[in-house]
């Protein structure tokens, strides 16, 4: 199975921050990369799919690039309700794998 | 409105079966794939396996393969998750989410089924 690898396992930040995490697959996955949102006690959100492409209704200060292996989920600049856990997942092949997730934490 | 609408929380004692389910309204149900996805208390979401409930083409991790069974009735646009014998390492939440295409990310996820096993 491709495995996913994120960084940082978590990180603090203030309102207004930038912010990116990585995310990193033991093969060439192409684009076939998602970036999801999970709140505490909810379900998990498609954030942005294609690797670059935003889900509909998802902010623009959500943005997502990479190839290959190496990828990255940027948000320009973090709003309160961003506060959450974000993970990448590939779709290139089954079975789909996760990457271990990234919590963003206030500071 | 697309909705995926999960059964109710489960508890469980070791050893005992159990069927979780997943109903799909707001799109044609038969032409989506359904997945299911495991998070173990404060953990990370886990793959388990998928369903194409069309003509029931079904995928599963090899770290969940014949430790559960993935089914669906398309006559009532509705997907399973099934355990024989639940082991108390199967506590958690289950997620059912839909998939668009052979290689789609997951659009759309249900509310989540807890399943509890204790003894």
């Known amino acids: 199975a491709i495995r996913m690898t994120q960084s940082p396992s978590s990180l603090s930040a203030s309102t207004g921050d930038r912010v990116t995490i990585t995310c990193r697959a033991s093969q060439d996955i192409s684009t076939y990369l998602a970036w999801y949102q999970q709140k505490p006690g909810k379900a998990p959100k498609l954030l942005i799919y294609t690797a670059s492409s935003l889900q509909s209704g998802v902010p623009s200060r959500f943005s997502g690039s990479g190839s290959g292996t190496d990828f990255t989920l940027t948000i320009s600049c973090l709003q309160s309700e961003d506060f959450a856990t974000y993970y990448c997942q590939q779709y290139y092949t089954y079975p789909r794998t996760f990457g271990q997730g990234t919590k963003v934490e206030i500071k | 409105e697309v909705q995926l609408v999960q059964s109710g929380a489960e508890v469980k004692k070791p050893g005992e079966s159990l069927k979780i389910s997943c109903k799909g309204s707001g799109y044609s149900f038969t032409t989506y794939w359904i997945g299911w996805v495991r998070q173990m208390p404060g953990k990370g979401l886990e793959w388990m396996g998928i369903?194409?409930?069309?003509?029931?083409?079904?995928r599963y991790s090899p770290s969940f393969q014949g430790q559960v069974t993935i089914s669906a009735d398309k006559s009532i646009s509705t997907a399973y998750l099934q355990w024989s014998s639940l082991k108390t390492s199967d506590t958690a939440i289950y997620y059912c989410?839909?998939?668009?295409?052979?290689?789609?990310?997951?659009?759309?996820w249900g509310q989540g089924t807890l399943v509890t096993v204790s003894s």
């Open positions: 369903i194409y409930p069309g003509d029931s083409d079904t």
């Open positions: 989410a839909r998939q668009s295409g052979s290689n789609s990310p997951l659009d759309y």
